[in-house]
Nanobody, 118 residues
């Protein structure tokens, strides 16, 4: 089993920044640098959507809506993935979830609320 713990959410004014962190723990054989890790978000009344995911520094993808504002990175030694969010907009308000794909399945964190006020 793999557990994911997210932190860093909160309330911020439009134009502000937040940094989310997600640390994976569990079977050491399930977590390695080759596992895809990512951030998703779900706003009220909407489907969960991909924000960004990363396998390596050269294999990163972003949703069009966050390109140029958000940056995903990972520290493999700490089994941690980060999401630096700058120039936040009210439409970024959502619950943000961390995900890791390993052992043929996805594991999800519990989510962290991000609220951007106008």
């Amino acid at each position: 089993q793999v557990q994911l713990v997210e932190s860093g959410g909160g309330l911020v004014q439009a134009g502000g920044s937040l940094r989310l962190s997600c640390t994976a723990s569990g079977s050491i054989f399930s977590i390695n640098a080759a596992n895809a890790m990512g951030w998703y978000r779900q706003a009220p009344g909407k489907q969960r959507e991909l924000v960004a995911d990363i396998i390596s520094r050269s294999t990163i993808s972003y949703a069009d809506s966050v390109k140029g504002r958000f940056t995903i990175s990972r520290d493999n030694a700490k089994n941690t993935v980060y999401l630096q969010m700058n120039s936040l907009k009210p439409e970024d308000t959502a619950v943000y979830y961390c995900k890791i794909f390993t052992g043929g399945r996805d594991f999800w964190g519990q989510g962290t609320q991000v609220t951007v006020s106008s």
